[in-house]
């Protein structure tokens, strides 16, 4: 029950500091339209659900802290050796909880975080006036809507592959929202800005109706290949259970299949993270009887904290450079964390 009021409030301070650093950030954004404050701060708590599962490992880490300085400076670990409980066992209370709550956050919680990031980005995305443009990913493949002059554009493709896309319909509107223009192709090459679209055939709306087929056509476009991947590199919207579920339909939609199981590994990887944080904690604080300043320990979770930031960050950026396979990248520090445990679970083992 102790570990569970420490983690609750380290959650609250969390949720604190991200709101702080959000807002600011949002406001920052919104400053250019006229909206009411409760939009930036309604967007900056749709944010932090997010942020607490990304960094839940180091809430787990500073909550195990907490409660083990809290017994050590009552001596309550003393009367727990007594009642039978070695530091293992002990130990392996906390663990266990730790584990637990990375399997409920991973199927009961990361839906939620999920869905309400898309809201977040969706909403966002209806403010954002960058070149009038606006991309979705959908059930029914990828939609785009961009105003180029004083024409109005929807662009609906079946999938994104390598620097194409398939199945691609244009639609081309005036200001007064009349067709005046269908494409229908097999394929565009996004590449560039200047689109090369292949086997099009063009529907021309006038007093007539003209129709055109063409081998290639150039199509110039506010999207490129870049610009349309930005899509795709928020993976915060899927959640565990989609990865696991849909990978096969996500990576047809444009998905990059390797970033996609890297995504899935980090989640999977999360409750044994949890656990080696709760182990290392306790390391640290169960591997001695004396009664320290509890400045010293709160100095040494914040390094620890800082170290492991950096190590993973390291890690994932090695990955994303190639210089070792993705998988490996996320589960590396999963495994020096676990030699480290490893070396000093024996230590503490008959203290």
């Not at 050590?72 to 663990?95: M, Q």
């Not at 349309?228 to 915060?236: M, P």
């Not at 998905?255 to 999360?270: I, P």
Request: net charge positive; glycine share 4%; with cysteine.
């Amino acid at each position: 029950m102790e570990f569970l009021k420490s983690f609750i409030n380290v959650i609250l301070v969390f949720v604190a500091l991200g709101l702080i650093m959000n807002i600011f950030e949002e406001i920052n954004f919104f400053r250019r339209f006229d909206v009411k404050i409760i939009t930036p701060i309604g967007l900056s708590f749709m944010v932090i659900p997010s942020m607490l599962v990304n960094v839940l490992p180091f809430i787990i880490f500073l909550s195990s802290m907490i409660v083990f300085i809290k017994l050590k400076s009552k001596k309550d670990l003393l009367s727990i050796k007594i009642l039978g409980y070695s530091n293992i066992k002990f130990l392996l209370i906390f663990c266990c909880t730790a584990f637990f709550l990375g399997v409920i956050t991973l199927f009961a919680i990361n839906p939620l975080t999920s869905t309400i990031v898309k809201s977040y980005v969706n909403i966002k995305g209806q403010y954002d006036i960058y070149k009038n443009h606006l991309a979705s990913i959908t059930s029914n493949g990828i939609w785009i809507k961009e105003t180029v002059g004083d024409s109005i554009r929807i662009i609906k493709a079946g999938s994104l592959s390598s620097n194409e896309l398939d199945k691609v319909s244009i639609y081309k509107f005036d200001n007064n929202k009349v067709l005046i223009e269908r494409i229908n192709a097999e394929t565009a090459d996004i590449s560039t800005s200047k689109w090369i679209v292949k086997d099009a055939t063009r529907y021309t709306f006038g007093k007539e109706v003209n129709k055109e087929t063409l081998e290639k056509l150039i199509f110039n476009s506010n999207y490129d290949k870049e610009k349309l991947n930005s899509i795709y590199s928020n993976l915060d919207t899927i959640s565990f259970f989609r990865l696991l579920k849909d990978t096969e339909e996500l990576v047809k939609k444009g998905y990059n299949l390797d970033l996609l199981e890297e995504k899935k590994h980090f989640y999977l990887s999360l409750p044994f993270f949890l656990v080696l944080m709760v182990c290392l904690a306790g390391i640290f604080t169960l591997n001695d009887t004396e009664k320290k300043q509890n400045t010293y320990y709160i100095l040494l979770a914040i390094i620890t904290c800082v170290l492991i930031f950096y190590l993973k960050n390291f890690s994932t950026a090695l990955g994303a450079t190639e210089r070792i396979p993705l998988l490996i990248s996320v589960w590396a520090p999963v495994l020096i964390l676990s030699i480290f445990c490893s070396v000093g679970i024996l230590q503490i083992y008959d203290k």
